[in-house]
């Protein structure tokens, strides 16, 4: 067992750390506050080849491993989750479908343009009937010739506002249940593809959510991802690569949490003495430094597996589940140990708070994450 990052790991980290506190720390709060997406950053992003972290390079991406892609996902969370979660739902839910869906002429079509940064990725499943519950989905894709004819709404789409290609679903034949609904590969410019209502958000909000409108959306027969059929597989593998960012970005916010309790406690007097040295205080960050660790081992070991080629689908959910769960608790904690000073706006803790929360919900509630590992142990 070796329990080492490699040097390229160690490097990456210390690169997106240092990318992280020179050009998202300091307009963090702004875009919290303005819900801007931070195009500049994402620009920079692209310059230093980190939009395609774990895309190979013949489809213009680093080539790195998705261990790597974790770290880099983590680190820059902890500076802003909103956009370390832009980057992982870019990667995560619209390359990686791509990558291991794709043929080919769509790599080289959509997706080496995507890992080189030219254009952002989103992924469009959900519905307002159809969340936990995919097979509620009512969106329709007919064949119409050469073409596929999409009809129908989406709604929470992480980056439908910024992306320029999007993975969508469609029952191309509801009858066949599970093997009837299809994935496809839906360029921004497209007829008939509209972005609909932009979502106000409790937390998270430098990341754009919205509706996307499909009417009458006609695309080419070679947008259709993988098989006929095979869209609920495509979602369900993606979600297992996209659980791993989402623990990564739980770990991101519980780092900040905990160097925001830290520092503080060290510094507020009460009593005569730093609150750090009061015990109700220092067990409150011996926890949250014991689930921080438990969670990046979690996520790491998740990622471990995937690059080991070995299944990672239950220890995936496993990590989203308690990552997820430890950001929303100690952040939590984290605003307690800052006391009234936590609750205003402008405390880097307020932010984390709202920002935690999201993990339990997206990419499977933590109710959905416990319907995977109960199936996998179950079994
Ligand atoms: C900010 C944000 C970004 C998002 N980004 C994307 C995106 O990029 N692409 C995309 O496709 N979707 C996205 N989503 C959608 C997200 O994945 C769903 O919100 C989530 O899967 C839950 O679905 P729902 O909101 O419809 O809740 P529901 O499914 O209605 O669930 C409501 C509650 O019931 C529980 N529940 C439901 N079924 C069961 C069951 N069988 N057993 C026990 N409990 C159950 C849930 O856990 C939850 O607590 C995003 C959502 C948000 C808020």
């Given at each position: 067992m070796d329990f080492k990052l490699s040097e390229e790991q160690e490097l990456i980290r210390s690169n997106m750390r240092e990318f992280a506190a020179k050009h998202v720390d300091p307009i963090a709060a702004e875009i919290d506050e303005n819900s801007r997406h931070p195009a500049e950053v994402f620009q920079k992003l692209a310059e230093g080849n980190w939009l395609g972290i774990p895309i190979p390079q013949e489809y213009g991406g680093a080539g790195a491993d998705r261990l790597t892609h974790v770290i880099a996902v983590e680190e820059l969370s902890r500076s802003c989750a909103s956009t370390g979660f832009t980057l992982s739902a870019h990667v995560d839910l619209a390359c990686t479908p791509i990558l291991l869906f794709g043929n080919d002429q769509q790599k080289a079509k959509f997706l080496t343009p995507m890992a080189k940064g030219e254009n952002l990725g989103a992924f469009a499943l959900t519905e307002p009937g159809a969340g936990t519950d995919v097979m509620a989905a009512t969106t329709t894709a007919a064949l119409d010739g050469n073409d596929y004819v999409i009809n129908g709404s989406k709604t929470f789409t992480s980056n439908g506002p910024v992306a320029g290609t999007y993975v969508a679903f469609?029952?191309?034949?509801?009858?066949?249940?599970?093997?009837?609904?299809?994935?496809?590969?839906?360029?921004?410019?497209?007829?008939?593809l509209r972005v609909g209502e932009h979502f106000k958000k409790m937390g998270l909000r430098a990341s754009q959510t919205s509706e996307m409108i499909f009417k009458d959306c006609r695309i080419p027969k070679e947008n259709l991802l993988g098989q006929p059929g095979q869209g609920v597989q495509i979602a369900m593998t993606t979600f297992d690569h996209g659980r791993m960012g989402i623990a990564a970005q739980s770990i991101g916010i519980l780092q900040a949490a905990l160097d925001e309790a830290v520092q503080y406690s060290k510094e507020r007097i009460q009593f005569g003495t730093p609150i750090a040295r009061h015990q109700a205080i220092a067990w409150m960050i011996a926890d949250m430094a014991t689930d921080l660790a438990a969670a990046r081992f979690l996520a790491y070991y998740a990622a471990w597996l995937k690059d080991q080629k070995q299944p990672f689908s239950k220890e995936a959910a496993m990590a989203k589940l308690f990552a997820s769960e430890a950001a929303m608790k100690h952040t939590t904690k984290a605003v307690q140990i800052h006391g009234g000073y936590g609750y205003i706006k402008g405390a880097k803790v307020e932010r984390l708070m709202r920002d935690a929360k999201i993990t339990e919900i997206y990419e499977g509630t933590s109710e959905a994450q416990r319907m995977v590992i109960s199936g996998n142990v179950l079994r």
């Open positions: 469609a029952w191309t034949d509801k009858e066949a249940g599970r093997k009837g609904m299809s994935a496809f590969i839906v360029p921004r410019d497209t007829p008939g």
